[in-house]
């Protein structure tokens, strides 16, 4: 994937942010083409949430550029994000619980008629994807906070997935989900990578990382230590990235 | 997918009466609790308690906390607090009463009741408040002060700074068009209350049509016809009958002919006239209504509750927080000031204890209708609702004659046990640990 010609769909240049003196991200470059899924990885607190945030507009960046297709862009609210078909899938899910399945996922873009919110329409179109992605989901008007973690989950990917992302961000996305549903994530990020998405995927699985990954960003106290192909080096590689900072000596 | 959905809700166990209504627990619960209020009273007084003309009092009582209240709704649901409405009413209220009586009539020389007068009061009166509510909503949402704070610091700042503008005086309402918006100076009368009722309810069972309807296209499973027609029954019942019961509510002789002398007639022999819908009481159901209709179909209310349901999940899904909280407030101020002309024009002057602790009247009618200090929940109807049982229980007090100091110990009894019961169901039900 590297190397080639083509225009990367996003690309962090040079990326920092600091909280306090604190230098949360230092200077970190990295890329993502279409149809292909870089894993960003690390230890608790490397950065790789931080840096992520600030492609999906929760925070700003101090310095750095990002761009979009090539064009460089400004990201200064998840709104900005959004426009430019980012979508993320939080490691909190930021759902708002009170509300159901369908209001959660047309959250700030909810479908109106006669200027009133077509809450009908949006339970019809959340049936359709939820149908696609959880079958088996059918609390459709009950508040999310009476669904299981799963459900939760499906609830957060539908509303990423529903809006014709072109990059998606999920953070941790498998984190809380039992091994079936695991399976049906793994099963959607290679559907959504044919379909030409380019996906940033936090993981701390090493061996999701192997099976779904085609790069692999790792990054240790703020700083990116390498990126790596995935089938060019092993998972002991990749684990000596993260714990010991270096990068292996065959892929530098 | 629409299939797998009606599936399993038919296939539910079931479903009690009230689940079939869908009518929701905690309204049936105040309901009850506002019968049971009714009924001791009504038992006690022998009968006065349920009169036309209590009802008629506690109705025009009830309106500016009720109002007010309904704005408290969405600033408690969005994990904020008001402290200050009781102060910024009194703030309008004393620029209106000024506004009317002295600043309008000698800079424009105006003349006694002209209507320019009254339009440009309450413009001016909405504006402050407005104004006040919007200055509080920047400090909270763009400055970071929590609203507590602010709004203590609010309800002194407001509070004396209507001293100064009336100078510590009391202001007399002498615009006589705006004391129709105190009660039994503006009423309707009983024809006009008719049309007003039936056209109430003619909305009220087309806006359950419609909402049928919309379910039914889109295929998912709506009540059985008799369920909609039975809550169709109940909502016109209890629309007519309230009108039906302010019609029988009599304009006192002396008061009916000072009204045909002041037109320059005689009072025919025999001449009776009802009072019906009081001006004020309609722009109470008004308020709720819009603020219903804000509240589930418009986006506005969908992210006040988004925010009080998970700040961080707002502001990721592109809501701008902080111009949200500055409406919330704005829209607080517009209602405090709304209630301020309502109020003044109750009293039919201004004076400087206007308002006064209303704000934690405002809070209790908010709480006891279920909205959680938590946020993320809360009705509009339950905070009328609650509004409506304070002031009924108040009003009943007073008449059996029980002391005023007791009437606020009862008050503040009820405030606790209303949420006590609350947290004890939904503990039941397995909603909270």
């Not at chain 1, 359709?128 to 989901?137: A, E, T, V, Y």
């Not at chain 2, 209240?69 to 904020?80: D, L, N, T």
């Not at chain 2, 320059?264 to 025999?270: D, Y």
Request: proline letters at 3%; glycine letters at 10%.
């Amino acid at each position: 994937m590297t190397g080639t010609a083509r225009t990367p769909l996003v690309e962090l240049r040079d990326i920092s942010i600091a909280f306090g003196g604190i230098k949360a991200v230092d200077h970190v470059s990295i890329d993502l083409y279409p149809g292909e899924v870089v894993g960003l990885l690390g230890h608790n607190g490397a950065g790789k949430s931080t840096l992520i945030k600030c492609l999906s507009g929760a925070y700003r960046k101090d310095s750095g550029q990002i761009l979009i297709n090539g064009e460089a862009v400004e990201i200064n609210n998840p709104r900005d994000a959004r426009s430019l078909n980012i979508e993320t899938i939080y490691q909190t899910l930021a759902l708002a619980d009170n509300l159901d399945a369908s209001s959660n996922l047309f959250l700030g873009r909810e479908l109106i008629a006669n200027g009133l919110v077509d809450d009908a329409r949006m339970e019809a179109e959340t049936r359709k994807i939820m149908g696609r992605l959880n079958p088996n989901f059918r609390k459709f008007n009950v508040p999310v906070s009476a669904l299981s973690g799963g459900q939760r989950q499906s609830v957060a990917i539908a509303r990423a997935v529903y809006f014709n992302a072109r990059i998606l961000i999920m953070d941790e996305p498998t984190a809380a989900l039992g091994p079936h549903e695991t399976q049906m994530v793994a099963e959607l990020i290679q559907e959504l990578k044919a379909q030409g998405l380019g996906i940033f995927l936090i993981e701390h699985d090493i061996h999701n990382v192997m099976k779904l990954c085609d790069r692999a960003s790792v990054m240790k106290n703020g700083r990116l230590v390498g990126t790596v192909d995935v089938n060019e080096v092993t998972d002991d590689d990749i684990l000596g990235m993260i714990i010991l900072g270096k990068k292996p000596a065959k892929a530098a | 997918m629409s299939e797998t959905g009606q599936g399993v809700q038919t296939a539910a166990p079931r479903r009690s009466l009230f689940e079939t209504l869908e009518i929701d627990a905690r309204l049936l619960g105040m309901l009850a609790a506002f019968a049971a209020v009714a009924i001791v009273f009504t038992i006690w007084t022998g009968g006065t308690f349920v009169g036309p003309r209590n009802v008629f009092n506690i109705a025009v009582q009830t309106v500016p906390v009720a109002i007010m209240a309904c704005g408290m709704v969405f600033v408690i649901v969005a994990r904020h607090i008001d402290l200050s409405v009781g102060s910024v009413l009194a703030m309008c209220s004393a620029v209106m009463a000024m506004s009317q009586a002295y600043w309008l009539p000698s800079l424009f020389g105006l003349e006694y009741g002209s209507p320019v007068i009254l339009v440009c009061t309450m413009l001016i009166g909405f504006i402050v408040g407005t104004s006040i509510g919007a200055l509080t909503g920047w400090l909270v949402g763009y400055q970071g002060i929590p609203s507590f704070i602010v709004t203590l610091g609010g309800l002194f700042v407001w509070r004396n700074l209507n001293w100064f503008t009336t100078n510590g005086q009391s202001v007399s309402l002498t615009d006589p068009n705006l004391l129709m918006f105190g009660g039994t100076e503006g009423v309707l009368g009983a024809t006009a209350s008719w049309i007003v009722g039936l056209v109430a309810s003619a909305v009220a069972v087309l806006a359950i049509l419609s909402s049928r309807r919309n379910k039914l296209r889109h295929g998912f499973v709506v009540k059985p016809v008799w369920a909609e027609g039975v809550m169709m029954a109940l909502i016109v019942g209890v629309i007519l009958f309230f009108v039906g019961w302010l019609s029988r509510y009599p304009i006192p002789e002396a008061k009916l002919k000072r009204m045909f002398e002041a037109r320059g007639e005689t009072m025919p022999e025999g001449y009776t006239a009802m009072h019906g819908l009081p001006i004020s009481v309609l722009i109470l159901i008004l308020v709720a209504v819009v603020m219903t209709l804000v509240a589930r179909k418009m986006r506005f209310g969908r992210y006040i509750f988004a925010t009080g349901g998970n700040p961080d999940a707002a502001e990721l899904s592109g809501i701008n927080t902080r111009l949200l909280t500055v409406k919330i407030f704005a829209l607080m101020g517009f209602l405090c000031a709304l209630a301020g002309l309502i109020a003044q024009a109750r009293l039919q002057s201004h004076g400087n204890d206007i308002g006064m602790l209303e704000e934690l009247r405002v809070i209790a009618a908010t709480v006891i209708g279920g909205t959680a200090l938590a946020g993320g929940v809360g009705t509009i109807y339950g905070a009328v609702l609650g509004a409506l049982i304070m002031q009924s229980l108040q009003s009943g007090m007073a008449m059996v004659g029980v002391d005023t100091p007791f009437q606020n110990i009862i008050v503040g009894l009820v405030l606790v046990l209303a949420v006590w019961v609350d947290i004890l169901y939904r503990k039941r039900l397995g909603l909270t640990k």
